[in-house]
């Protein structure tokens, strides 16, 4: 495998998930101010939630993504919902198998760590091709139009996620 990933789990790892997020900002194409994208890039650190880094063989960051337990509306106490903040990887490094790859590690990591996760939901920008991807994995539930462009809100089941990862052959990371 030419990546690993690993769990932010002490202040170096947080350090380095930020420092590659905000030295990527540009390219992640958030629809928000900048203070918001800050605090949806944080709120993993700062939150109760969770932070990945992916590696090439290298040891160089070339991913990160991210996710809390519970949503605003509910003053995150439904921790049964999980919400991805981010995913981000350089784009040399995309691919997908990548993506699958990090789909398969979330949701073992997850299955592993016996989290009461029912659902996942996340935001992205409106993109065609973006919404073809998602609707691999997601079902597209709601779309708005914010001040710094257009919105699509996406959710699927916990189960849904862990058995599409589970279709495709790989070594099992837990």
């Not at 699509?152 to 996620?161: G, K, L």
Request: aromatic share 20%.
């Amino acid at each position: 495998m030419d990546h690993y990933f690993s769990i932010c789990s002490a202040e170096m790892y947080y350090e380095k998930y930020m420092a590659f997020l905000l030295e990527n900002y540009d390219q992640l194409r958030m629809p928000y101010s900048f203070p918001v994208a800050l605090s949806f890039l944080a709120s993993p650190v700062l939150m109760e939630g969770k932070a990945f880094l992916c590696f090439n063989d290298d040891d160089e960051v070339i991913g990160a993504f991210s996710y809390i337990y519970g949503t605003g509306e509910n003053q995150y106490e439904d921790k049964q919902i999980v919400q991805i903040q981010v995913i981000y990887f350089l784009e040399q490094y995309r691919s997908s198998r990548l993506f699958l790859h990090a789909l398969q590690y979330v949701t073992e990591y997850i299955a592993y760590m016996e989290e009461d996760v029912k659902e996942f939901r996340f935001w992205t920008s409106s993109d065609d091709s973006l919404r073809k991807l998602f609707a691999k994995i997601a079902d597209r539930v709601a779309s708005v139009e914010t001040e710094n462009g257009p919105l699509d809100e996406y959710r699927a089941s916990f189960r849904a996620w862990k058995s599409y990862a589970a279709r495709f052959q790989h070594e099992p990371f837990f």
